[in-house]
C-alpha cells in the first residue's frame, strides 16, 4: 500500500473512533445542576476535549495495528473480499 492510502485509512478510521468515544462520560449541564446563562441545558458540563482526542488516537493507533497484521498475515484474502464487497454476479 501506499503511505497516502495507508493515512487517508488511519484517518478515516480515527475519525470514525472520535464520534465512538465523544458521548464517553458526558453529563449534561442539567444534570450537573449547573447551567451557564446563555447555553443549552443539555450542553456538556465539562467536555475534557483533549483527554478524549487522546484516547482516540491510542484507539485508533490500536485498532489500525491489528488491521495492518491482519492484511500483512493475509488472514482475510484480498481476493475474497472484492468478491464480497462487488456488485452480485447474474
Given at each position: ?18 464520534f465512538?468515544?465523544l458521548?464517553?462520560?458526558v453529563?449534561s ?12 441545558p ?21 485498532v ?5 497484521a491482519?492484511y ?12 464480497v464487497?462487488?456488485?452480485?454476479h447474474?
Amino acid at each position: 500500500m501506499s503511505i497516502s492510502t495507508v493515512l487517508a485509512i488511519y484517518f478515516i478510521l480515527w475519525w470514525v473512533v472520535l464520534f465512538a468515544i465523544l458521548p464517553i462520560g458526558v453529563h449534561s449541564q442539567h444534570e450537573s445542576g449547573e447551567v451557564a446563562p446563555g447555553t443549552d441545558p443539555g450542553a456538556p458540563a465539562v467536555h475534557l476535549l483533549w483527554r478524549k482526542l487522546l484516547w482516540t488516537t491510542i484507539v485508533a493507533s490500536i485498532v489500525f495495528a491489528v488491521a495492518v497484521a491482519v492484511y500483512k498475515a493475509n488472514l482475510v484474502p484480498i481476493d475474497w473480499l472484492m468478491k464480497v464487497s462487488g456488485p452480485p454476479h447474474q
